[in-house]
Every structure is written in C-alpha cells, then in structure tokens.
C-alpha cells in the first residue's frame, strides 16, 4: 500500500472517531474505529470497528449505517479530498480473538 493511501487510511480514521465521539455517543457504550481500508478509486472504504460492551454491536452498526449520509457531508466540508468514500462499516474481532487465545494460553499454563 502506497504512503498516500497509508495517509488516507489514518486522516479518515482520526476525522470519523472525532465524529462519532461527538455526534453519535453509545449510551452506556463505546465505539472505536480500529482500522480504514480504502479502495484503490477511493470510492469505497471499510470501516473496522469494535464496540464495548459486544452486545452493543448491532446498535452500533445499525446507527453508524444511518449516519453515513451526515458523516460524508461534514468531511467533505471539512477535508479536501475530490471524492469521500462510501463507507462500509464491520464489526472487527481481531481483538476478541486475540482475548480468547490469550485466556487460553492462561488456561494451558494454569493446567501445567
């Protein structure tokens, strides 16, 4: 992946966490955005993100999804890109998985 698109990536990641944390709070509940993966055209993105408490994680979704028409419009106000990707957003385990292997790796040595 080029150093732009590296750049894309990480300023479209910063510029959506800014707006969630701000317009679109999870009542007793917290979204992250982990990674953004943009398409070669910019046209697309995919959006990974992960949400505590994990039961959470359709509610999130679900609004994040409403509010791709607002998020789009207030970065192309605020950023000077020629087209703002479509956003697709996923729910990313890599942290759930990485939290199951260590417990048990936990359990394995506990078991020793």
């Given at each position: 992946m080029?150093?732009?698109?590296?750049?894309?990536n990480e300023l479209l990641r910063t510029e959506l966490s800014n707006?969630?944390?701000?317009?679109?709070?999870?009542?007793?509940?917290?979204?992250?955005?982990?990674?953004?993966?943009c398409g070669a055209d910019l046209k697309h993105a995919s959006?990974?993100?992960?949400v505590?408490?994990?039961?959470?994680?359709?509610?999130?979704?679900?609004?994040l999804s409403?509010?791709?028409t607002g998020f789009s419009q207030t970065l192309k106000k605020k950023l000077r890109f020629k087209f703002i990707p479509k956003f697709?957003?996923?729910?990313?385990?890599?942290?759930r998985n990485a939290i199951e292997i260590d417990k048990a790796v936990a359990d394995a040595k506990n078991s020793d």
């Open positions: 080029s150093h732009r698109m590296l750049q894309i707006l969630i944390a701000r317009e679109l709070p999870l009542e007793n509940g917290l979204i992250t955005i982990t990674y953004v993966k959006i990974g993100i992960s505590l408490p994990e039961h959470l994680s359709g509610t999130a979704l679900r609004k409403q509010h791709n697709h957003w996923e729910i990313d385990t890599l942290e």
